[in-house]
């Protein structure tokens, strides 16, 4: 962030309404730890001044987080919560939020999005709020991070931009050269390991090799998970381990079906920011590491240490189609 962004937004004069998945989720509370620097760390995160008060949104106190809203004299929404993929009641209810700020007045960040509106009448309804709030010189920025998201916006008289993630920043200080391949080039294919070793040129049966898999049960569907167990089938023949990087206890249930009877060596990791670095030693025991992945913020994180990425959702591709291009390939 860059100092006149941070000088804006962090005024020790004023309270801040923060809006944000709240639900132990990986990504946001690197978000949160980035913007509102409740917690140092100096390998991944910006320090930036606080505002004297902040209110987190609580949704099972809505009266008591709307009076706090209305005390705020800003708010600030950060991650992907504009989206009707995992739940349109759920976007409905940030369009609320947002739809009151507006009323209300006060003024509006929106941080580190992704816009994902299948539908026609909440994307409609979506812009109309944005609309209202830029006439009424409300928006003081908003960042996305693709360019599908950037069109929504592009009309809107309003200070907005398309950004790269806070991780992005330390990129420099690597030279891997990661390859992503999407689940639409490989869902054809008969052989998925075999379309792997073509690619790192290599018995992979000679080298210690992980898989990793980081779900995102909110978009799990029936071809997803029949890709999974393909993908798991295959791996028997030549890959040694398996890492399932998990956010909720509920995704054992997915896991342990998954492997059933299949005899793979596999490890679980619950992710947080306190085992990001042991999770980054551990995949370096391997020689060569192959992940797919669901969620943004994994990949954005392990990049620098993963070889391949094979890529399911959205929010992944259209991130990835903005700024890794000349990386994608076919499998």
């Not at 940030?94 to 816009?115: A, E, H, N, Q």
């Not at 998201?149 to 009309?155: E, H």
């Not at 907005?160 to 993630?165: A, L, N, P, S, W």
């Not at 994994?298 to 240490?305: A, G, Q, S, V």
Request: hydrophobic letters at 40%; aromatic letters at 12%; one cysteine or more.
């Amino acid at each position: 962030m860059d100092r006149s962004l941070t000088k804006m937004l962090y005024d020790n004069g004023k309270s801040l309404f923060i809006v944000c998945y709240n639900n132990d989720n990986f990504g946001d509370d690197l978000l949160k730890l980035y913007y509102l620097n409740e917690n140092n760390n100096n390998s991944l995160f910006l320090n930036a001044g606080l505002y004297k008060k902040k209110f987190l949104l609580n949704k099972k106190k809505i009266l008591v987080s709307l009076l706090k809203l209305i005390k705020s004299q800003d708010i600030c929404f950060i991650g992907g919560i504009f989206q009707d993929y995992s739940s349109q009641r759920s976007l409905l209810f940030y369009l609320f939020i947002l739809g009151v700020s507006s009323i209300f007045s006060k003024k509006i960040y929106i941080l580190s999005s992704t816009f994902e509106i299948k539908s026609s009448i909440l994307q409609n309804l979506f812009i109309k709020i944005l609309k209202y709030a830029s006439n009424k010189n409300l928006i003081k920025i908003i960042e996305v991070r693709d360019s599908n998201s950037f069109q929504l916006i592009k009309n809107l008289n309003c200070n907005k931009r398309k950004i790269k993630d806070p991780y992005d920043k330390y990129e420099r200080r690597y030279n891997r050269q990661v390859k992503y391949a999407f689940t639409d080039d490989i869902k054809v294919k008969n052989n998925l390991n075999n379309k792997i070793l073509n690619l790192f040129n290599v018995n992979l049966s000679n080298f210690s090799v992980i898989l990793i898999f980081s779900i995102n049960k909110s978009y799990q569907n029936k071809e997803n998970k029949i890709l999974i167990k393909k993908m798991l089938s295959e791996a028997k023949a030549s890959i040694d381990n398996l890492l399932f990087i998990i956010s909720d206890p509920k995704d054992f249930d997915f896991i342990m079906k998954s492997i059933k009877d299949k005899n793979l060596t596999y490890h679980i990791a619950k992710i947080s920011q306190r085992s990001l670095h042991s999770l980054i030693e551990f995949i370096g025991n391997f020689e060569i590491k192959i992940m797919y992945t669901e969620r943004l913020h994994i990949l954005l994180i392990l990049k620098k240490f993963v070889d391949l990425f094979i890529i399911n959702g959205n929010k992944i591709v259209n991130y990835l189609k903005t700024w890794n291009y000349n990386e994608i390939i076919k499998i």
